[in-house]
């Protein structure tokens, strides 16, 4: 069972429920790593998925985003089936999964979030460009547009990675582990970005191991460890009992935030 802390009191304003997951089970080659996932996330929400390794937070996002189709269960994303409206979708995988060595400039690599806007054939227009500059300034790169992705380090590739998204003027962002490897100053920089971005109206999801950061910037939390445990607000990450069945009893690393009604 869910537990569902104070998730009914969130401030969440009435707005159209942007993704929608109904008894939904998914995995791989027949082995489900999540199981009757129930969740609605509405415009304007910035909420972070946390658990440990093999939660299913990577495999709730590729769902969302219509890569990985449900064993079972209804999966819509802006009123229509996951997939169906990509174009208003953006997902960032995990860093560690792409490739680094494509001889290309920064510029370049933001432009693909243009692919599908650009259409087949039709090559980035000056606007398309300037577009491109103005999301690297929004993440606080634009002095990177010139420079070779492979020249980058990991905070930056992280700034890039997110301007590319961005350049796509997605409604719902899925963000997996956006901040990994990146130094302090950066994840406070990109996370500015999404809260202002979910101030705009965007449905921004973010995977994370990151509690501190979570606490610090997410008004919902969604917890899983192949189910949702709970969702609620940071107070998710103040409850033992939510800790023990997200991380198998143990508590996570990190500052002493976690403490519940037992410890102050």
Known sequence: ?????????????????????????????????????????????????????????????????????????????????????????????????????????????????????????????AADREDARAALARVDARDLAQRPIAALSGGQRQRVLLARTLVAGPDVLLLDEPATGVDPTTEEQLMRVLEQLAAEGKTVVVSTHDLAGVMAHFPRVVSLNGRIVADGTTAVLRDDRILRETYGGHRPGGPQLYGDEHHA
């Open 1 to 125: 069972m869910t537990l569902a802390v104070t998730v009914a009191s969130l401030p969440v304003v009435e707005a159209s429920r942007t993704i929608e997951l109904q008894d939904v089970s998914a995995g791989y080659d027949g082995v489900p790593v999540l199981r009757d996932v129930d969740l609605t996330v509405r415009a304007g929400e910035l909420l972070a998925l946390v658990g440990p390794n093999g939660a299913g937070k990577s495999t709730l996002l590729k769902v969302v985003a219509g890569l990985l189709p449900p064993m079972r269960g209804r999966v819509r994303v802006l009123g229509a089936r996951a997939g169906e409206e990509s174009g208003r979708v953006a997902y960032l995988p995990q860093a560690e999964s792409l490739r680094w060595d494509y001889p290309l400039l920064v510029e370049d690599v933001v432009l693909m979030g243009r692919i599908a806007k650009l259409g087949v054939g039709r090559r980035a227009a």
